[in-house]
């Protein structure tokens, strides 16, 4: 399993994971497309590299569905951040959890 | 110089026909036979003086890792113009045709992407007159 601090630390890598929230199971062509909209303008080679590292991290999980892959967010890395410093719910917003 | 023709290069040529008139709702404008294959062109029923489509046999043995490549990552080689990509795709999904890209508005454009069943994705692409 890669770094996930690694792999959040790089903006183009965290825009890919918020377009993966937007819409689910997208084909690398559909999220370069996403980034240049976003004014990313980064080849299709480095998204596939961005791409790879969330993949280690786990971040990301690459489906392959006939001649087609798909790529699909998966937050569950995330847990161990707010095991490991929890996260009070009396802080949060209107004293809400 | 003038801009008459593009292709498509697909795995079965009467298929190709088949899903390019039938689905998709071109409609053939030449065909002539040459030996194994066919010199086999559609046009669209709104420009039938337009652009020709040549449904070119894919038979190279360099076409089918290239196409592959490029289905595998998503990326359509070809793209249409339609007045309503939403109608369109919907009207697509009906028929069975499978989409790789939902609909998707970037600004005044929308597109989406289709699998075209002879080994090629297709974008249909919508821009609002200016």
Request: aromatic share 6%; with cysteine; net charge negative.
């Amino acid at each position: 399993m890669g770094d996930v601090f690694k792999a959040l630390a790089d903006p183009t890598r965290r825009a890919l994971l918020d377009e993966l929230q937007d819409r689910d199971g997208q084909t690398l062509f559909e999220l370069c497309t996403r980034l240049l909209h976003r004014g990313v303008s980064s080849s299709r080679q480095a998204v596939s590299q961005h791409l790879d590292v969330l993949e280690q991290a786990g971040l990301v999980r690459r489906r392959r569905e006939g001649r087609y892959t798909f790529h699909s967010l998966d937050t569950s890395p995330l847990r161990a951040i707010t095991e490991r410093w929890r996260i009070d719910p009396e802080e949060g917003p209107c004293g809400s959890p | 110089m003038r801009i008459t023709l593009t292709s498509v290069l697909v795995d079965d040529q009467e298929k190709a026909l088949r899903f390019y008139t039938e689905v998709l709702g071109f409609v053939k404008k030449t065909e002539v036979p040459l030996g194994e294959h066919r010199w086999l062109t559609v046009v669209s029923p709104d420009a039938p003086d337009g652009v020709e489509l040549v449904l070119e046999p894919g038979a190279h043995p360099a076409v089918p890792p290239f196409k592959e490549a490029l289905v595998a990552d998503g990326i359509p080689f070809t793209s249409f113009t339609v007045d309503d990509v939403h109608a369109e795709a919907e009207r697509l999904r009906a028929l069975g045709v499978r989409f790789t890209q939902e609909p998707l508005a970037m600004g005044p454009v929308t597109t989406a992407v289709f699998d075209d069943t002879c080994g090629n994705l297709i974008q249909i692409a919508s821009v609002p007159a200016a």
